[in-house]
Structures are given as structure tokens and as C-alpha cells.
């Protein structure tokens, strides 16, 4: 199994032991970039996305260790971000 193929359906920022998804809980899926195919909790959100999309912690970025992916809601109220790019 490749790296790709682990980490999709996996939850960011999840434990390794347990690292699916869980009951009760919502998600919308990462597309593209360095955590393509992990999925991002996002339970009790309001259904508003952030405007600059989320900035989310990496170290399998452009930048690595201390590195962030921004992904960007697909279509307001979506359940797919869509990678913008790395920043610092």
C-alpha cells in the first residue's frame, strides 16, 4: 500500500490508531495537494466556510515542518476543499 492510498479516508489531525471517521460527526473531503483524500472534521460548523479558506498544519508540504496547506470550500455549504497551495 502507498502512502496515497493510506491516508485516504483518514481524518486530519486524527490519532494513527484510530484514524476513520466517526458516528454523529461531519466531514468534508480534502481534494489535491499534500493531504489529498484525508477528510476534515467539520462538525458544528455553521455551514459558513472562512473566506480564506482553512489553513491547516503539515509537515508534507512545500515548506514542511511548520508548513500549512490552504484548502478552499468547492461551492458554499460544500463538502469538498479544494487545495489553493502551501504558505509558510
Known amino acids: 500500500m502507498d502512502e496515497l492510498e493510506f491516508m485516504r479516508g483518514r481524518v486530519y489531525g486524527a490519532d494513527h490508531d484510530d484514524p476513520g471517521p466517526r458516528a454523529g460527526r461531519s466531514y468534508a473531503e480534502l481534494a489535491g495537494g499534500p493531504l489529498d483524500g484525508l477528510l476534515l472534521d467539520v462538525t458544528g460548523s455553521d455551514g459558513t466556510e472562512p ?17 500549512r496547506s490552504v484548502y478552499v470550500p468547492r461551492d458554499p455549504g ?3 476543499y479544494d487545495w489553493w497551495g502551501d504558505v509558510p
Do not use: K
Not at 473566506?51 to 508548513?67: M, S
Open 51 to 67: 473566506v480564506d479558506g482553512v489553513h491547516l498544519p503539515t509537515e508534507i508540504g512545500r515548506y514542511g515542518a511548520g508548513g
Open 78 to 80: 460544500g463538502r469538498v
